[in-house]
């Protein structure tokens, strides 16, 4: 058997160690070489997170996924079965297989199928979805994110010892990812007794930096922080876009003996209170002793009749009673505001009677000023952080979407499209464009028209397109596309908010009497099969954002009426950029 190591870090009050599950290297070829011929079980994002959380110790006293004993324990009290507190599941979740059986071996891999550690199944259980989201989360909900997310894990959860190989591979920020073991090493040359952990998945603004400042102050120490670049909410801002506002609040703002910036690849629950008094314990693993719990910690946001699923301070309160079994306190946290007549930050207790507070909710931050092209005032956000968030999230005018045109053959896309296409170069837009069959002259060489390669042609398109989205393009695509699932994959790829459904309505009668390319013709004839409209069915959009009319209405007409919805949605600015006064306008 091959051993792992235990690093002699005792953690109070229990005096336990800090488990790190990683074998030593010269044991790691002869692991690889075994592993090599076990049944594989490829790991979900989450579960990668939660085996290197497991690996490093930061689940102390957890050291594998839950069995059992210890799930059935922290979904009713919060305890592992041996009594210390643990508050959130930690399982591997699997579908029934017959190599999911007891004494077997498993290797762990991650989405590229690197082996990532061995595991042998000394449990499997069925675990009860209902009950865990209602003793977890507090709701059956599925607006509630995890919740939702539960309902495609597997019925059975396994446990067993995990020898782990390596840790899943990260290239990003890495002189900032640190274990627990790491971190403990770096908080200890700053040579303070007292280390406050600062828990965050969004952009710092000034009035983080405030509250942080005040706590470390408060606390005579060092402050951790220590954002979570694992999992967190659906919708929010990216790590990397994140990590970079940290560093360079980290490297500008604060005291460089009073901080130190670590990232952690935790795989948050949205689980407020329990979720706080989870982040206590890890952060404890990682040498704070004081966590800062605001309002709201670890929202989900809001339920289905718009209200939070969790007190303002429920997170608090169970942090605070546990704070002494933890040997976690709570940092001094007090709610602040901005004064703009007094341009300074305060406590809102110590706010005199009458004085003028003024504050930018997250919601505005995106809709009133990144979406709208707008700087984030200095008494919100630090200038760097400001251009950081505006690089990252560029007004509408300068964000990706893709207009796609459907319809039968003949009825107007392409014509349309080239219309559009001259106009929205015209006010600005660089476009890319997709058309039916160009593409089918190099991308989809060599596909036909049976519904297979239909469906392939329009995903390889919606592919491209979801490309030059992601990276700010316009892209016009004009392909028959027959099929309302299909289209819907692309809508999906693509991502709802930037996609634009064009039916160009033109009835087959009026398709087949212009018969473009004679094509209607030969299909009449049965020279070609399964030809739409004729012998293949076109299933017209049910919600397209927008419907054409090519009998009524003229290809420039039509373009212009496109193009009208993209100014109205912010996607295209309504001036053309002339010069006005010497000056470029914007
Ligand atoms: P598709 O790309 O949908 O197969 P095309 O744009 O290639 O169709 O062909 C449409 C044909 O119909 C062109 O020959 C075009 O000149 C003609 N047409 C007539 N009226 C219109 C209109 N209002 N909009 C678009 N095309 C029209
Ligand atoms: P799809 O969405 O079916 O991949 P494309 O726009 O790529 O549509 O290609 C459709 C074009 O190919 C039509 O405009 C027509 O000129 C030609 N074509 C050839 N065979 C067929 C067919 N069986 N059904 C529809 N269009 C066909």
Known sequence: MIPTTEVSILISPYGQKLVDLRVPAEAGDELKAHAGHLPSLQLSERSVCDLELLATGAFSPLARFMNQADHERVVADMRLANGLIFPMPVTLPVEPDPAIRLDQEIALRNAKN????????????????????????????????????????GPLNISGRLQ?????RRHDFQDLRLTPAQTRARLETYGYQNVVAFQTRNPLHRVHEELTKRATKAVDGVLLLHPVVGLTKPGDVDHATR???YKTLA?????????LLALIPLAMRMAGPREALWHALIRRNYGA???????GHASPGLDSTGKPFYGPYDAQEIVEKFSAELDVRMAPFQALAYLPDEDRYEEIPKIPAGARTISISGTQVREDYLNKGRPLPDWFTRPEVAEILAEAYPPRHRQGICIWFTGLSGAGKSTTAEVLTDLLMEHGRQVTVLDGDVVRTHLSKGLGFSKEDRDVNIRRIG?????????????VCAAVSPYRATRNDARNMIGQDHFIEVFVDTPLTVCEQRDVKGMYAKARRGQIKGFTGIDDPYEPPQHAEITLNTVTHTPAENAHHILADLIQRGFVRAHTGQQTNGKISN
């Open 114 to 153: 690197e082996l990532l550690a061995v595991m042998t199944i000394e449990d499997i259980y069925e675990w009860d979805r209902a009950e865990v989201a209602q003793q977890i989360f507090n709701t059956q909900s599925s607006r509630h994110p995890l919740v939702a997310e539960m309902h495609r894990w």
């Open 164 to 168: 782990v190989l390596q840790l899943p």
């Open 243 to 245: 990590v970079r506002t």
């Open 251 to 259: 490297e500008n703002y604060y005291d460089p003996d009073r901080i």
């Open 289 to 295: 002793n004081h966590l800062i719990v605001g309002r």
């Open 463 to 475: 592919f491209v397109a979801a490309e030059i989205v992601r990276h700010g393009g316009t892209v």
